[in-house]
């Protein structure tokens, strides 16, 4: 009868390994979770997209539509939601659920106040030492301190949880991850003369890096998700690299720019 009740020495081991290789794999759970984030930023996209479109008439870019997003950036949308749900950890803090009706306002109405704030005409000015002193307005030199100081108090906040929160193996796999993300999203970017940090960019960017287990990170990391579905949902995907990436593409296809822009003119001509 012990032998029945006990399982044997094998019999546990090959137990073990199952277990620790289900443990491994992706779980059903963690699917639901990255189907929910995925599901938000889409419905946070068509939302923002339906608001600056047709009811608030927002700036935006008239020949982006449905077409060109499933066309273009649906694909490099589900990538982005993968770095974010794995790299930015979003959804891993129990504190702001993103699936919670708190953390879906914060995107909501952050995506709609991006396209307010641009219809601002005290906030439609560059940083520039010319405009630093003759353009800006009061209304201007407030939005910005606000900006600015809300900015790096978040920033202090994620430094100092870096250096007296985490551990040294963290620290390691932080550092690891920023070198990575500098590598490959943001170094071979401004080496171009044609780069242009779109804001969905930048705040997908700032989102991968705003991953600490606290609530005020997950809040900083809602912010910027909004910014990112504004950014898509008002202008599309947009290449950092601007006309270089066109350029680069039709090359690498075999395309003929200037047989093409005479396609181009031609069929806007016909349709007039």
């Known amino acids: 009868q012990d032998a029945e009740a006990k ?3 094998p019999a546990l081991k090959v137990a073990a ?3 620790t290789e289900h443990r491994t794999l992706v779980d059903d759970e963690t699917i639901a979770l990255w189907a929910k984030l995925f599901g938000l930023i889409m419905v946070a996209i068509a939302l923002t997209y339906i608001m600056n479109n047709s ?3 927002f700036e935006r870019d008239e020949h982006f539509g449905l077409e060109q997003f499933l066309r273009h950036d649906f694909p490099s949308v589900v990538g982005d939601t993968t770095a974010l749900f794995v790299i ?3 959804g891993a803090c129990g504190t702001l659920p993103i699936d919670g009706a708190e953390f879906i306002t914060i995107v909501l109405i952050t995506s709609l106040l991006f396209s307010l704030l641009k219809e601002a005409s005290f906030l439609k000015h560059s940083i520039t030492l010319h405009e630093l002193r003759y353009t800006w307005t009061r209304s201007t030199w407030v939005c910005a301190i606000l900006l600015w100081t809300t900015s790096g108090t978040l920033a202090c906040l994620h430094f100092h949880h870096f250096l007296f929160q985490c551990p040294n193996r963290k620290k390691l796999e ?3 991850l920023f070198a990575l993300l500098l590598g490959f999203y943001v170094l071979p970017v401004m080496q171009s003369p044609e780069a242009h940090l779109h804001h969905w960019y930048c705040c997908w960017l700032l989102a991968l890096v705003c991953r ?3 609530r005020w ?3 900083s990391q809602a912010i910027l998700l909004g910014g990112y579905v504004n950014g898509i949902a008002c202008y599309g995907r947009d ?3 601007m006309c270089q990436a066109v350029k680069e593409r039709a090359e690498g296809l075999g395309c003929d720019l200037e047989e093409l822009a005479n396609c181009s003119k031609a069929s806007v001509m016909d349709l007039s």
């Open 17 to 19: 390994a199952s277990q």
């Open 212 to 214: 600490a287990p606290t």
């Open 239 to 241: 290449s950092v690299l």
């Open 217 to 219: 990170s997950k809040i």
């Open 174 to 176: 932080l550092l690891l």
């Open 88 to 90: 930015g950890r979003v």
């Open 7 to 9: 399982p044997t020495e």
């Open 55 to 57: 009811l608030l008439q």
